[in-house]
Nanobody, 122 residues
Framework: QVQLAESGGGLVQVGGSLRLTCTAI????????MGWLRQAPGKAREFAAT????????LYANSVKGRFTISRDNVKNMVYLQMDILEPEDTAVYSC???????????????WGQGTQVTVFS
């Protein structure tokens, strides 16, 4: 079973940028569609972005489309989320996720990490 560890979260001002990194151990990410989920305080976990096995295809939640970019490096076994033009509504715990199926929903993912906190302040 693949284990996922996120890093790169922190405090950032509105309009700023952060890059999250996901490191996978115990399995190759090339076997999975990868993604990022997020959970804001008092809210349910929600889908943010996903990338296909080869990295050719991506899907984004409407709320982050045009501002976030997901990418992957199957050789390094890592996944990234570049977040630009951050808004207070982006404040959440961001978790890297792996799944055997492809789709724009948190339900498609089988494994996820503990997450990294992103806080956007004005």
């Amino acid at each position: 079973q693949v284990q996922l560890a996120e890093s790169g979260g922190g405090l950032v001002q509105v309009g700023g940028s952060l890059r999250l990194t996901c490191t996978a151990i115990g399995g190759s990410i090339s076997n999975y569609a990868m993604g990022w989920l997020r959970q804001a305080p008092g809210k349910a976990r929600e889908f943010a972005a996903t990338i296909s096995w080869s990295g050719v295809n991506t899907l984004y939640a409407n709320s982050v489309k045009g501002r976030f970019t997901i990418s992957r490096d199957n050789v390094k076994n890592m996944v990234y989320l570049q977040m630009d033009i951050l808004e207070p509504e982006d404040t959440a715990v961001y978790s890297c996720a792996a799944g055997s199926h492809w789709g724009g929903s948190h339900s498609y993912f089988d494994y996820w990490g503990q997450g990294t906190q992103v806080t956007v302040f004005s």
